[in-house]
């Protein structure tokens, strides 16, 4: 198998996103040197996917921080103390519903008021943070792995031909979403390992058609056996392909009841699942669990700009490095254009994450996430 693809690449302070928004078409390379390096990736979604987005916003922040301390901009500890929250902060403002960014902001920010009454000077309150947000990098990786291997499991044993596996993804949640690996489409990489997996389907996720352009992508890269559909054709495969056995996501925010936000149109592949009596699973990191709101009604629902429904940009047909942005719809529309939707927990019959797969009690139609999460720590 091909080495896996690489959004993020940190070494010695030095960080280069993917620039997602060239792919599949070219492979570029950006550093990130400031916060508002990290902050525009995120806000133009040169980096996307929950995991990464928080990863990004945590390591160009510590890009800044060592930086910044090599200046001498920090005369105390205080000073540090004082940046990181207010950095944090801005940061969150990139985008509102991966709830992951808000995690990391709440944990590295705790870290750093903690360490502050004990830090000898900056350098030293600096070197604490900067300890931290890289231990999430690698912390992020081996979490999508767990994922993997969990979600991979539950999917054979709820299989009904095990030899003829075929399993339906949305969106993109491979490496390009995460620090490496992924989370639904690591799950389909742990099947294809054991051979268990004949071929995935991923939709092309529009409007930004993160699935035609990155899932495929991967998929291609890592020469997996695929197949690209139009999101409005997943009702008829499942319908006329019997093999397909699950459809797996990822997701931005999960509520303590397992009601899933996730991109736009992972609703409606709950509705087909149900109907055609298949599982539908949710793959995300526990980071991506917020215990503090009880339903998805709660959740903030991103509206993107009109440009990305009207138009659409690609290479010309017969040109290997022409792109093109061209619009599609009749000029003078309404558009309404969020970025995710939300699936009720009653349609989910799975919640996989680093920690173990979280069920529904019989009878039940709603998940307790916190209890799983608290039984799943004390495990």
């Not at 139009?230 to 009702?235: F, L, Q, T, V, W």
């Not at 019997?242 to 797996?248: D, G, N, R, T, W």
């Not at 009596?277 to 959740?299: E, L, M, W, Y």
């Amino acid at each position: 198998m091909a080495a896996t693809l690489e959004a993020i690449k940190y070494k010695d302070g030095q960080l280069e996103i993917l620039n997602q928004l060239a792919l599949p078409h070219e492979t570029i390379f950006e550093k990130a040197e400031t916060i508002q390096d990290g902050h525009a990736a995120i806000k133009t979604m040169k980096t996307r996917g929950a995991p990464a987005i928080a990863i990004v916003a945590a390591l160009s922040l510590s890009v800044d921080l060592q930086a910044r301390q090599a200046r001498g901009e920090f005369k105390t500890a205080e000073d540090v103390h004082t940046f990181v929250l207010e950095s944090l902060e801005y940061l969150k403002t990139s985008r509102p519903t991966a709830v992951n960014l808000f995690d990391a902001a709440a944990k590295l920010s705790a870290l750093v008021t903690a360490a502050k009454h004990t830090a000898s000077d900056a350098a030293s309150l600096v070197a604490v943070y900067v300890q931290a947000a890289e231990k999430m990098l690698i912390d992020d990786v081996q979490d999508n792995k767990n994922i993997g291997k969990y979600g991979a499991e539950y999917i054979y044993e709820k299989a009904t031909d095990k030899s003829n596996i075929c399993v339906l993804t949305h969106c993109n949640t491979g490496s390009l979403a995460t620090a490496g690996w992924g989370t639904a489409l690591g799950i389909i990489r742990d099947l294809h390992k054991n051979k268990h997996l004949k071929r995935a389907y991923c939709t092309e996720t529009r409007p930004y058609n993160q699935g035609s352009r990155l899932t495929a992508y991967e998929l291609v890269y890592e020469q997996i056996p695929a197949t690209l559909v139009c999101d409005s054709m997943a009702s008829a495969l499942l319908r006329l392909h019997p093999e397909v056995q699950a459809i797996v996501v990822g997701a931005d925010r999960v509520a303590a009841n397992g009601d899933t936000a996730n991109k736009i149109g992972t609703y409606q592949l709950a509705i087909t699942a149900k109907y055609h009596n298949i599982p539908f699973i949710v793959a995300a990191p526990t980071t991506s669990i917020d215990t503090a709101i009880t339903s998805g009604s709660q959740i903030v629902i991103e509206q993107r700009p009109a440009n990305e429904l009207v138009t659409t940009t690609g290479l010309l047909v017969g040109s290997t490095n022409e792109s093109k942005t061209i619009r599609t719809a009749a000029q003078g529309i309404d558009v309404w254009n969020p970025s995710f939707d939300v699936t009720p927990a009653s349609l989910i019959s799975a919640i996989v994450t680093e920690k173990g797969v979280a069920i529904k009690l019989d009878g039940q139609d709603q998940f307790d996430m916190p209890a799983f999460l608290a039984s799943s720590s004390s495990a």
